[in-house]
């Protein structure tokens, strides 16, 4: 009986915080919909709600706005609007930290999170995953001896808190692991190991 009660929970524990995901986000990006006056939400015009519309409209505004933003006009209203935000105190702090970490995230030319490394922590001898974010920069440069590579070492079971060190490149090993195989692995303690295909780099991190 235990046997199968466990079988059962393995089948539905997945599924139903999976559900619970997608449910929280289709329902977050709903509330975009507040932006519409009521005639033209599905309240108004169907009777009654309709789940996703919102997913709908926030992909849409993205897109438009992506589409604005590439044309000459459009890049001078980015600019203009990012002018503004930048003479607002508090807003200004938390707008540029925010662009600045989104800019490098989302750039095909940056190489943030874009390799999964094995570093030593929280001490020598104790080994952990990170992801390389770049290189130290500013005035860091000068009090650090050699070359150096900034690497975030995510919690778990959630990653999205963790600790950003600065680690010589000598005692970084780059796996030869995809970051999302390599999240996945930190995210289930462990638990859910890489297939055979993936076999760690006996060389150090290379530039």
């Known amino acids: 009986m235990k046997k199968y009660f466990i079988t059962g929970l393995l089948i539905w524990i997945p599924l139903v915080i999976t559900i619970w995901v997608l449910k929280l986000v289709v329902d977050t990006l709903d509330q975009t919909l507040l932006l519409l006056p009521h005639a033209l939400r599905t309240e108004g015009w169907l009777g009654t709600h309709v789940p ?3 997913v709908l409209l926030t992909l849409l ?3 438009l706005t992506g589409v604005t933003a590439a044309n000459f006009v459009g890049q001078r209203l980015v600019h203009w609007w990012h002018e503004i935000l930048h003479r607002i105190p508090v807003v200004s702090s938390i ?10 995230l989302f750039s095909s030319s940056g190489e943030a999170f874009r390799k999964a490394l094995l570093v030593q ?6 080994w952990t995953i990170g992801f390389l974010t770049g290189a130290p ?3 860091v440069t000068r009090h650090l001896q050699g070359d150096y590579v900034s690497v975030y070492v995510p919690t778990t079971p959630n990653p999205t808190g963790g600790y950003f060190v600065m680690v010589p490149r000598k005692d970084v090993i780059e796996l030869d692991m995809s970051v999302d195989t390599a999240l996945k692995y930190v995210i289930s303690m462990g638990v859910a190991v890489p297939n055979g295909n993936g076999r760690r780099k006996k060389e150090l991190l290379s530039r």
């Open 52 to 54: 996703g519309m919102g």
């Open 121 to 126: 922590w929280p001490r020598e001898g104790m």
């Open 95 to 104: 707008y540029s930290s925010v662009k600045q970490v989104s800019d490098t």
């Open 137 to 139: 920069g500013g005035d």
């Open 61 to 63: 505004i993205v897109l």
